[in-house]
């Protein structure tokens, strides 16, 4: 069985700064992990942090989809799983937008609140990255 996360964030921002807040490697190593990344279809990065005795501290992954500013997809393999993660970016007028994700892939619960945990402390940079 595989499980999936969707969650929505409304940001007062516009839907530029918000696409390079999810693409700029620069700015996603201030709100996820230092990383590789690049918003080209097939190119392969890794996200990586301090490993810890439980997980070696990489995120594996390929970029799947870009439709500048609408949709990002990329897959997500660490300890054993790959998933993929999906940004849509609607623009709801007076200044706002929202950021859906859909992460799919889960093999388990425990997997899926902890990516739950793991994006609601991310998104408190992500708003720190939009105000720069």
Not at 13 to 32: E, H, M, N, P, Y
Not at 46 to 58: A, K
Not at 64 to 82: K, M
Not at 94 to 106: C, E, P, R, S
Request: aromatic share 14%; charged share 20%; hydrophobic share 35%.
């Amino acid at each position: 069985m595989s499980l999936a996360l969707s969650l929505d964030f409304q940001y007062t921002t516009s839907i530029g700064k918000a696409w390079s807040a999810l693409t700029d490697s620069s700015k996603l190593a201030k709100w996820i992990m230092e990383n590789d990344f690049k918003p080209v279809v097939g190119h392969h990065f890794q996200f990586r942090t301090e490993p810890s005795e439980y997980w070696d501290g990489i995120i594996d992954g390929e970029v799947l989809i870009v439709d500048e500013p609408n949709r990002l997809s990329y897959t997500w393999a660490s300890g054993g799983e790959q998933h993929t993660v999906t940004w849509t970016l609607q623009d709801l007028g007076d200044g706002k937008v929202n950021l859906h994700l859909d992460q799919t892939g889960f093999t388990n619960e425990q997997g899926l609140e902890g990516a739950r945990y793991g994006w609601g402390n991310w998104f408190g940079g992500f708003e720190n990255v939009l105000e720069q």
